[in-house]
């Protein structure tokens, strides 16, 4: 690293060597991805403010190259660059439309370092998860999600995209990208599902009328996430059926509370209630107290306390329990 860093400091020969001769000969990829790994160190170590953009924009041409390990370096280099507030116009306007167009344009086995440079970007600012919607990223999300090596995160970065409320309204869902999300949690891996869970609890407060029957179809497969060992899961999980439940109140029917009845999740429920974690045993209680009598049928005189519930989790998704 320290030789990399002290070549970028003998000269602008160097630096136009750099571009004109290694960079020149794409045949050969051995040179080439030699060349593109020491570029990334580069850009990763402490170089000069004055050859930053010009290297980004050198690797950015690389990445039409399809190479994993030229694309790894590449986003890597994109990545440590994210951090650094001076290169904040070139990731706006260059460096963020050129990963979302690469996501439509590159073969399956290369969208992991891409995706992994989308999430370093997304941790880094707001801003450029917005700059990123305006280049149509949501719309290509169901690309992410659909490859198994990139499942989890392009949940995560879902579950980032619609998670305040403000944006969430603006975010528009659709019935494909819905009937996606139910498959994960039904079929998907572990870690695919756990982050599915996060995605499905921040949609069921939403009162859409595409949301209601995606939030029923996805009660069985909660129900079976109850089980996990994993008391942060199983949190998650209660807090999202609780959030469907009380929808439902409000809309003056009881089918979730009867799906859950059916898929065997109210055995689970009375069974957390004793639960050595505090907030998972408050939560199953505050289900089973609610929404079903001790027969294990629906409470049909739903008092005002489930409507305070419901503001809650509309404002802040926290409850204040007795």
């Known amino acids: 690293?320290?030789?990399?860093?002290?070549?970028?400091e003998f000269g602008t020969i160097n630096f136009i060597l750099l571009k004109y001769f290694w960079f020149s000969n794409d045949s050969d990829m051995v040179l080439l991805r030699n060349t593109v790994w020491m570029a990334s160190l580069l850009i990763r170590g402490t170089p000069t403010e004055a050859y930053t953009i010009p290297?980004?924009?050198?690797?950015?041409?690389k990445l039409s190259i399809p190479d994993v390990d030229i694309m790894k370096d590449v986003c890597a280099a994109f990545s440590e660059a994210a951090s650094r507030p001076d290169n904040e116009e070139f990731i706006l306007y260059d460096m963020i439309p050129l990963l979302a167009s690469l996501i439509t344009s590159s073969s399956s086995h290369l969208l992991s370092p891409i995706v992994q440079s989308i999430i370093a970007l997304f941790e880094e600012s707001r801003d450029f998860i917005d700059r990123f919607l305006e280049c149509g990223l949501l719309g290509n999300i169901g690309i992410i999600l659909a490859n198994s090596n990139t499942c989890a995160d392009g949940c995560w970065l879902l579950g980032v995209i619609i998670d305040p409320p403000s944006r969430r309204k603006a975010v528009a869902m659709n019935e494909e990208l819905l009937k996606?999300?139910?498959?994960?949690?039904?079929?998907?891996t572990y870690d695919q599902r756990k982050e599915c869970v996060e995605v499905v609890d921040r949609l069921v407060v939403d009162s859409s009328p595409l949301i209601r029957p995606f939030s029923?179809?996805?009660?069985?497969?909660?129900?079976?996430?109850?089980?996990?060992?994993?008391?942060?899961?199983?949190q998650t999980v209660l807090h999202t059926l609780l959030a469907i439940l009380n929808q439902d109140v409000v809309r003056g029917n009881y089918d979730a509370a009867t799906k859950i009845e059916e898929c065997?999740?109210?055995?689970k429920l009375e069974f957390l209630q004793n639960s050595r974690t505090v907030e998972?045993?408050?939560?199953?209680s505050e289900i089973v107290d609610l929404h079903f009598d001790k027969d294990g049928k629906e409470i049909e005189d739903i008092n005002s306390t489930v409507i305070d519930v419901v503001d809650q989790i509309c404002s802040g998704r926290t409850f204040q329990f007795a």
């Not at 690293?1 to 970028?8: A, N, Q, R, S």
């Not at 996606?180 to 998907?188: A, W």
């Not at 065997?264 to 055995?267: A, E, K, N, S, Y």
């Not at 998972?280 to 199953?284: I, N």
Request: with cysteine; charged share 10%; aromatic share 4%.
């Open 1 to 8: 690293m320290y030789l990399g860093i002290k070549f970028m």
């Open 280 to 284: 998972v045993s408050m939560l199953a």
């Open 180 to 188: 996606r999300i139910d498959m994960i949690l039904l079929n998907g």
């Open 216 to 234: 029923i179809s996805c009660i069985h497969s909660l129900c079976d996430l109850l089980t996990v060992m994993d008391a942060q899961l199983v």
């Open 264 to 267: 065997h999740g109210l055995t």
């Open 55 to 61: 290297l980004l924009s050198l690797l950015s041409e």
